[in-house]
């Protein structure tokens, strides 16, 4: 069976919104977190997770009913999704399809891990992380993140 | 004069920052400035940790400017205790003041706070992040007494994971390409993001865990203390404690000409018998922070001066313009004025 028939057979076309696709393997929920989607969301989402992939192995799709995702949030997805591709979705067809692209800066998505740091102390200040190739460095402590990105989203 | 606004960190002051300071700085020790030259301006003191040397040199420099110091007090005082942020604080304080210095003991709060003021802000510490002030005088005290910046090899040794003025140091000696050799306890290496920028800067570093591997090569070496304060944990810190010192004997297998310098205070990592040494500098440079700083505020109110008054020109021009557009528009409503 095709990456694609698998798909269609787990997961309903939408008529207007957008799709994630090849999301790592198991991380669905930490991109459905940085979109602000909860178990309180009244938007339609569906959510494939670990459905085989010819290029990942595994992947995790995320498809959104009726929301065309804004840049700043592909950026921020690129960060624990690089692979991912976006798809814009109008009318059942693909109308505009992305690869993500990782920005320069990161502001307000992440928590600065270090306990030191001014941002974790209640200040009127938005966290700022610069994106490096192998991680994010916060902007004011400088403290340097490579590893378990997801435990450090703040939205 | 100098390319910024606030000094926050080492990393953001380049090389002709650097001597434009230390220029100054000797500037001022051959033939010191009069007592009116800043008559008047005010610098406001903020430090939310405990300084000897670094809150009276900053005093002693404005003064010596003519001008004046604000001090917040202790925090214990302050309104920071009734839970008022940095950010409200240093935008209050801007207010009485001319020129900010702020010590902090959370790492970026000065980066955080210039975002909040208009004033030049100077960073006199936060946390284990930046000293850029001290970096200045130290490079100062090097200059003066190691034969200048270019070449050296500086051995730096103690707590550089949580010493803040190590890695405003590693900082600026990269911009002199200096070989720069740090000598620490495993536990006590310099922070991933200082040694990250440092390869990303080309910097020709080395780490040790032993001084003798390469004291005997030292044009300069900076001691740093192993700082109880810094240790979360009290075992870890007796762990380490005393593995660092060193004596008039230690300095035996040193270059004649190597200098021993330390931020101060000292604990008893430099022995009291190194202080009659030929190697011994670490009062001078502790004195050095006083022109070094009055040319640092000479720099910077220099050119806030600069900026009130390209803005009042500004205003006068927006002014004029503004009211010839009135002008304008009440001939063309067919006012009769």
Do not use: W
């Not at chain 1, 995320?62 to 949030?73: C, F, H, N, P, T």
């Amino acid at each position: 069976m095709s990456e694609r028939d698998d798909h269609e057979l787990r997961i309903s076309k939408i008529q207007d919104g957008t799709v994630i696709d090849h999301i790592a393997g198991g991380h669905a929920p930490d991109v459905l977190a940085i979109l602000e989607i909860g178990s309180s969301t009244d938007e339609v989402v569906s959510v494939g997770m670990n459905v085989p992939s010819d290029r990942l192995g595994y992947k995790d799709v995320v498809k959104i009913e009726g929301r065309e995702l804004s840049q700043d949030e592909v950026d921020v997805i690129s960060l624990i999704a690089p692979a991912a591709s976006i798809n814009i979705i109008r009318e059942y067809g693909v109308a505009e399809k992305h690869r993500v692209e990782r920005p320069a800066v990161v502001e307000g998505v992440l928590s600065c891990p270090n306990h030191d740091c001014i941002t974790t102390e209640g200040e009127p200040v938005v966290s700022q992380f610069e994106v490096l190739d192998d991680g994010v460095r916060c902007a004011y402590c400088e403290t340097i993140v490579r590893k378990h990105l997801t435990e450090h989203i703040s939205v | 004069m100098l390319d910024r606004d606030h000094v926050i960190t080492a990393k953001n002051l380049s090389r002709a920052d650097i001597e434009t300071v230390l220029d100054r700085a000797a500037a001022i020790e051959r033939d010191p400035p009069s007592r009116e030259r800043h008559a008047g301006r005010l610098l406001g003191l903020c430090f939310f940790e405990p300084s000897t040397r670094t809150r009276m040199s900053f005093e002693a420099a404005i003064k010596r400017l003519g001008g004046d110091a604000l001090d917040m007090g202790p925090v214990a005082s302050s309104s920071a205790t009734k839970g008022e942020s940095l950010a409200d604080t240093v935008r209050v304080i801007e207010g009485y003041a001319d020129a900010l210095v702020l010590r902090h003991p959370s790492e970026g709060a000065a980066t955080m706070a210039s975002e909040f003021v208009d004033v030049p802000l100077l960073n006199a510490g936060d946390g284990a992040g930046q000293h850029p002030t001290q970096t200045l005088l130290d490079l100062y005290t090097m200059r003066e007494n190691a034969g200048g910046l270019t070449d050296l090899t500086v051995g730096i040794m103690g707590d550089l994971k949580y010493g803040r003025t190590v890695h405003s140091l590693a900082y600026a000696l990269t911009k002199f390409d200096a070989s720069q050799h740090f000598v620490s306890p495993e536990s006590l290496r310099l922070p991933r993001s200082v040694r990250y920028d440092l390869h990303e800067a080309g910097a020709q570093v080395r780490e040790h865990e032993d001084l003798d591997a390469v004291l005997d090569e030292l044009d300069v070496l900076y001691v740093t203390r192993i700082q109880r304060e810094r240790f979360p944990d009290e075992n870890e810190y007796r762990q380490v404690a005393g593995e660092y010192r060193i004596d008039a004997e230690t300095l035996d297998r040193a270059r004649d000409e190597c200098i021993v310098m330390h931020p101060l205070p000292r604990v008893d990592e430099i022995a009291p018998d190194v202080d009659a040494t030929e190697h011994a500098h670490y009062f001078e440079q502790a004195h050095n922070g006083v022109p070094v700083r009055m040319a640092l505020l000479d720099l910077l109110l220099d050119d806030s001066d600069e900026t009130d008054a390209a803005d009042a020109t500004d205003d006068t021009s927006t002014t004029d313009a503004t009211d010839a557009a009135d002008a304008t528009d009440d001939s063309a409503n067919g006012g009769d004025r």
